[in-house]
């Protein structure tokens, strides 16, 4: 049986580590070079990817990238609304705001105290998950 999708029930720890164990290893897109994109994909991937949204890393700080982000989220938006096309684009954007945001979380080394407001309101959804996360070095 796949242990990505166990058929009894799993405790609290159980389903964590099963949460966190299938975001590492699913592919969430393959981009236009049929490569296989996900959370845990390396560093340079995860550049080319926002490259490809034209998009450049240097002296960005996390806020500005989530600022870019949304403006490529609105335009994506108008132009598969007005053309219906493939929303690669979309998942793309997606991706990368979580990453950017499990980044955000790994700055302050999941500690939800230790956040300023912004970061600890999106965290608040995962607060339970912070002390497991620290304490199964996730």
């Not at 720890?13 to 964590?16: A, G, N, R, Y």
């Given at each position: 049986m796949n242990?990505?999708?166990p058929t009894?029930?799993?405790s609290f720890?159980?389903?964590?580590l099963l949460y966190h164990k299938r975001m590492n290893f699913v592919t969430l897109y393959v981009n236009e070079n049929n490569d296989p994109i996900s959370l845990t994909s390396e560093r340079n991937t995860i550049a080319k990817e926002f490259k490809l949204l034209d998009?450049?890393?240097q002296d960005k700080?996390?806020?500005q990238l989530y600022e870019l982000l949304e403006i490529r989220r609105q335009e994506d938006y108008?132009?598969?609304k007005i053309s219906?096309?493939?929303d690669l684009v979309s998942k793309r954007i997606f991706l990368?705001?979580?990453h950017l945001d499990h980044l955000e979380y790994y700055l302050y080394d999941y500690d939800y105290e230790a956040m300023p407001g912004k970061v600890k309101k999106q965290f608040i959804g995962l607060r339970k998950y912070s002390k497991l996360w620290k304490d199964n070095k996730i």
């Open positions: 242990d990505l999708f009894h029930k799993l720890l159980e389903e964590f998009i450049d890393l700080t996390i806020s108008l132009i598969r219906k096309k493939s990368l705001t979580i």
